[in-house]
């Protein structure tokens, strides 16, 4: 009856377990790998990323998947296997969409680009940077032409992180809330209760905070069994299957927010891939719904609990025990304050919770003017630094902290910034209705106890893995299509009690 | 002219990048891989190994090689072309003579088989694992058959790890030293001035034991840029390139001898991976002669090298200032008979130089008349407590201690043991030629100069991969073939002088 499907599925376990070795290819470049070995890292992963590709975009798998279309025709739309299929022909159509020749080129100018950008950044030369960007976009209009689309050339992009997103709505979204975060940026440069947040740089010992951020992952319930955490230089979580799941933080001995955020941010990342159904995990249904989800899950893991007045309670007495010199004086109160810290900075990923989503607004304006011609490349610098000033009050001095910071662009990851923001507004509207269904939270938050959080999130959004695309995850859960309200009524509502805004 | 060659090479140097990712799975598996991981990772390289497989034995391997083998006709029989066609040829032939069938079922019954020995390993139940051992043998011997040789069916078997290696060859070589060593283990039993190894048994704090172990890994020559050292509970080395080799080794706190020469014996094999020619590296040319040859490397620096009185005077000062309450009041005299102790023991992985070659012959003995009937299974416990009355003096209590000890039978790694033993053969002889070409190496050693060294073991033997068979890389390095003779030499005149025999 279903024995096409059946096929299907093996083939596509092989492809799923192939791709999650590649992964392990990266993790390991970015954790243990030695430098000399990065040629040969290159190679390794190409030769499996081609593999892939083929055996994906291979006739076996077209024929497979329409003959278990056609199986499945009369079956409820919403089981596994319609959902599964749905999920296989999206993925196959994007892939075959895109010429080989079209795919190879982007490949060879993204290596090119990768190392001028570093160049550029390092020696601040953006003119040098100009050509390879022109290129790339150049490479990206074409590829969203092959892919395809309704309104916005940027649909045919963003649809490869956020399945099915539009640029109106995140266009829609942004619009909503940015005259709101611009204004509060501003009346908290303005407080009279300023925040101190000097505690956070003091003397850390690297083994100390080792132990206390496995034992705060383990707390939330990240199951050491199926994953570990190791040191890298831009943390990251990666997974290799729903059970082995690897987190990275970075420790600095002279700060603690490093890797206390970095580790709780994972942490909602590797959640996520520890929760998605077991029987999901060798299927095309095993993984994360969207980028925006899963980083909807790091945020509300890292901010709306980890920044929370609640979970400053419970955690400041075990880090006070852990690092006796440096926070042996200070209250949980004082701790709360210190991690929400708000200052416009000219770097996203060192920015706070209130500024962050200004510094993807901005990028995603840029990405969409650049796409459609409206900016010119040789414009993007003076245009960046004009609306850094608008926005943020603050101008860079040079574009290797301006326009040249980010690694994206040069990659060609064109679309993908939203997903940051997304993430953070899922968090927001996800957190409410925690908040509505759960009304202790709070409370055990404060105790220390994050069974009921998890297992919300478990029956609401992990274990769905990509079985349904993002809005529909997002509607079913909260009751809601996406809205910026409640992360915008969390971030000022937070941040007028800790600031003392009117 | 060599079109076939060149696409023939570009087809193995993919196939080869990715049996480097399935070693990297490997690598991963035994540090870092969480405990529930098990079951996905055995699926991940299941996936990997099929692939390579059906990618090898494709028919397009052989159109190439058979094309490309034509285009050689008429070159130099000593060119990288021609040796590199060989190789591939051979192992060609060795991988298509085997039935898909006979290759899943002994791979099916592997994984039974293990398991079985491990329950069986920890209940001391030799009954209980014999009717797995039996499959294994039948299934080994219809690999053999297959495989086809031309005098003794375990030649089928010893020519996937030793190239060309007889088992003729083999009982010759083990018969010519075996009356000698088991006098020579007497002689040190009744020896009127026994070893005193207790200081090896003291307080050595881990993290020390780590920074002087990278440092004697450093000094050897190991390029640290081009590899690393982790832990693992059976250390190995493993390699992705020349430029990414992996040592391992394991820390006792409380006794210095199984870091300290883990790590040296792996650097041996690190060392060996790095010297490869660089050209060499994404060829079918760019991996060990054999690995007898590799285990010649480990076992040079580990014990020619390493458990020689001139590096011990090296090394000793370096020890004492690593762990001065342990070695603080000895002399690297005390420290060189302690690393030296001979004593006849059951278990094979923990056997000095002296006896572990008798736990070799005692193994391809039995191996040998297992294969040919001229064994059973059920008499097995019994002949191998008997025989180690007989070589070492001593029987074991149980089979745990005994028959079941080692993992090889039960995985199908039959014909593989002989491989340690012949590494210490050929280390010895390397050593001979070695001291007839550099009188000075023992000053070099004491000196703590090991350039000289290493750069002949690159020029004699590392460079060249895989380019010639063992036997002729061995006669080209020392201008002999393989002789059981210095090696002999070697522990009859070292072992006298430190036990004070006749």
Redesign the interface.
């Known amino acids: 009856m279903t024995e096409n499907l059946e096929r299907l599925n093996g083939r596509l376990?092989?492809i799923k377990?192939?791709g999650?070795?590649s992964e392990?290819?990266g993790w390991?470049q970015q954790t243990?790998?030695?430098?000399?070995?990065a040629?040969?890292?290159g190679?390794?992963s190409a030769?499996?990323s081609?593999?892939i590709h083929d055996m994906f975009v291979d006739g076996e798998t077209a024929r497979l998947l329409s003959a278990a279309e056609a199986e499945t025709a009369g079956a409820d739309p919403d089981s596994d296997d319609v959902r599964l299929l749905a999920a296989v022909r999206r993925d196959y159509d994007r892939e075959t969409r895109l010429p080989a020749d079209l795919v190879s080129e982007i490949s060879r100018h993204q290596a090119i680009s990768h190392n001028v950008w570093v160049r550029a950044r390092q020696e601040n030369d953006f003119a040098g940077f100009a050509p390879s960007l022109e290129k790339m976009l150049d490479l990206t209009r074409r590829r969203a032409e092959c892919l395809g689309y309704e309104a916005h050339i940027y649909d045919a992009l963003l649809d490869a992180y956020e399945p099915s997103m539009r640029q109106a709505d995140v266009a829609r979204m942004f619009a909503d809330i940015k005259p709101a975060l611009v204004k509060l940026i501003a009346d908290i440069a303005a407080s009279v209760r300023p925040v101190d947040a000097s505690l956070l740089h003091r003397g850390y010992p690297v083994e100390a905070q080792r132990k206390v951020t496995l034992d705060l992952a383990a707390r939330f319930g990240f199951?050491?069994?199926?994953?570990?955490q190791?040191e890298a230089a831009h943390p990251f979580c990666s997974s290799?299957?729903r059970?082995?799941v690897r987190l990275t933080t970075r420790f600095d001995p002279a700060y603690l927010g490093q890797a206390l955020y970095a580790t709780l941010h994972e942490t909602g990342h590797g959640l996520y891939e520890q929760g998605i159904t077991a029987q999901y995990?060798?299927t095309w249904l095993g993984s994360a719904a969207s980028l925006g989800v899963h980083e909807s899950q790091s945020r509300l893991w890292e901010n709306l609990v980890g920044r929370s007045r609640a979970y400053c309670e419970y955690a400041f007495p075990k880090l006070q025990a852990a690092f006796p010199d440096a926070l042996g004086g200070e209250t949980s109160e004082a701790f709360y304050r210190a991690v929400n810290l708000v200052r416009p900075s000219l770097v996203r990923v060192e920015a706070d919770e209130v500024t962050y989503n200004l510094h993807i607004m901005l990028r995603f304006e840029l990405e969409c003017e650049l796409l459609t011609g409206a900016l010119a490349v040789r414009d993007l610098p003076e245009t960046w630094n004009a609306r850094m000033q608008a926005y943020f009050g603050i101008a860079p001095a040079s574009d290797t902290e301006g326009v040249l910071q980010d690694v994206h662009w040069a990659e060609g990851l064109i679309g993908y910034f939203p997903t940051y923001a997304l993430g953070n507004l899922i968090s927001g509207q996800l957190w409410h209705a925690i908040r509505a269904q759960m009304p202790d939270i709070e409370a055990s938050v404060r105790a220390g106890e994050f069974a009921a959080l998890l297992e919300w999130l478990r029956a609401n959004v992990h274990r769905y893995g990509r079985k349904y695309p993002p809005a529909e995850l997002i509607y079913k859960a909260t009751g809601e299509p996406l809205t910026s309200r409640y992360y915008l009524e969390y971030l000022t509502t937070k941040y007028a009690d800790i600031y003392g805004l009117g």
Chains 1, 2 share one sequence.
């Open positions: 376990a092989q377990r192939l999650e070795v392990l290819l390991d243990y790998m030695p430098e000399g070995a040629a040969a890292r190679e390794h030769a499996l081609r593999l199951d050491f069994n199926r994953g570990r190791d290799f299957s059970d082995d995990d060798p």
